[in-house]
């Protein structure tokens, strides 16, 4: 393929990692967004750890950092990939994009891989501020952890372009925020049974309390917590049907 110049466009792989490379830069260039994705996270964890409530058992730490994490997958996954995919959309950039060799698939793949390292660099960040407060991860549960985190990832990164897609860029500013404060009280800081016991079946039913608590059985308790699994997988099933039929490149 050639460009508009004549000039001969870079291999299909190496514009998606290219434009990776740029999102990703943005990402971790962007005040805001680090400070949602990992200022925010870290402040509660620290605040969680000296504080004495809720009760979360003598071993607190490996309570909170789970919920810690699970808060920056949300914070990175959703509401960062939303606020600024919908600025992108209504400044022009997504059409501009759609339109170079680059297309909307590598757009989107690329936004995929820069979401991914940044998530990889922040999770790996709060995970050894836990360590160094006395976190001590289940061995047996790094693998289900992982495999609950990549889905969760997926999910909400799915919910993102639902939420961006289709809103106005300011509503999507203050409807990713918003989602954001409710998640976050609705398991994925917390466990769920820490809630009223009114809220607890529609917290476990939610993305957000599928995500912390599938979280907190891995590393807690070596678990596999494939229903947990089953509830990201059907939100993000779900969301990104509905985001591909929806989702507009320009306002």
């Not at 891995?218 to 699994?229: D, H, I, K, L, M």
Request: glycine share 12%; charged share 15%; with cysteine.
């Amino acid at each position: 393929m050639t460009t508009a110049t004549g000039q001969r466009a870079a291999a299909r792989g190496i514009r998606i990692r290219r434009q990776a490379s740029f999102e990703a830069r943005t990402m971790l260039r962007n005040g805001e967004q680090l400070l949602v994705a990992f200022i925010l996270p870290a402040m509660a964890m620290i605040g969680l750890k000296v504080a004495s409530v809720p009760d979360l058992g003598a071993r607190r730490i490996d309570v909170i950092v789970p919920g810690v994490l699970a808060l920056a997958v949300v914070s990175t996954a959703f509401t960062s990939q939303a606020i600024a995919t919908a600025f992108d959309r209504r400044n022009g950039v997504l059409r501009l994009l759609g339109t170079t060799p680059l297309g909307r698939d590598g757009l989107l793949g690329g936004k995929t891989m820069a979401t991914g390292f940044v998530l990889a660099f922040h999770l790996l960040a709060l995970s050894i501020l836990g360590m160094a407060l006395g976190w001590r991860p289940e061995v047996a549960g790094l693998l289900p952890a992982l495999i609950t985190i990549v889905l969760g990832a997926g999910c909400f990164v799915a919910l993102a372009m639902l939420v961006a897609g289709r809103l106005r860029a300011e509503a999507v500013l203050a409807v990713a925020n918003l989602l954001w404060v409710i998640f976050l009280g609705l398991g994925l800081l917390l466990p769920t049974s820490t809630l009223p016991s009114a809220a607890v079946g529609v917290a476990r039913l939610l993305p957000s309390g599928a995500l912390g608590d599938g979280l907190r059985d891995a590393f807690v308790e070596g678990a596999w917590p494939v229903t947990s699994w089953l509830v990201l997988a059907i939100w993000g099933g779900i969301s990104a049907m509905l985001a591909t039929r929806i989702f507009r490149w320009s306002d």
